[in-house]
């Protein structure tokens, strides 16, 4: 048995920094690193683009709406066409930094406000598997289990592969808690381990997400990884036999 454990990394900005990239990409297998409409500056994401390369982890573009103020947690109604045209933009740059570190882009993941509306707006996912499409067919997207975005790569002929987030609450009805909620981001490393290995063992999804931005977020990747070892369960990316 094997899974994927991602994490969104470079999201540092300046002398602003925001989580320890470099301690979290000794943990996980795949990296969801922002490519500056969210977070990060160009120096961030070249020296995260190395630090995963160094450590063999594959590499994925995490888009988002152009919304640093908000970190792209906001919803932004934008035109599909210029939808489309960002995720490009943002894809090309990441591949870029990514060829200079020697790898390349090996999959796509939408961030926050994006991630969420591509769950049910249909002209938004649509948008964004036009971008991947354009870019590079052999490119997964990476998403939410039953969401348009992942229905429609599909339909389309991209790879579509879901994820479930261990340091997330779900509601009854299996969406995630609202970020402004309580019981929406868990922090105790031994339950966010339970719930790894429940969900591996379970094949609720092909990787697993933790957020580097999270306090406290390299004790639970520690945790997580030993939990899962420690049931028989291998770490590697799912994106392994993506471009390279």
Known sequence: MTIDLNADLGESYG??????????LELVTSANIACGFHAGDPATLLRTCRQAAKRDV?????????????????????????????????????DGLARAAGRRVQYLKPHGALYSACIDHEGQARAVINAVAAYDRRLPILGFPGSALLRIAADEGLRPVT???????????????????PRALLHDPQQVAARAVQAATAGVAESLCLHGDSPGAVQMARAVRAALTDAGIDLRSFARESPS
């Open 58 to 94: 594959t590499i994925g573009a995490q888009v988002g709406y152009p919304d640093l103020a908000g970190f792209g947690r906001r919803f932004l109604d934008i035109a599909s066409e210029d939808l489309t045209a960002a995720v490009l933009y943002q894809l090309g740059a990441l």
């Open 15 to 24: 002398h602003w920094v925001l989580g320890d990239d470099e301690a979290m």
């Open 163 to 181: 994820e479930y987030f261990i340091d997330r609450g779900y509601t009854a009805d299996g969406r995630l808690v609202d970020r402004r909620e």
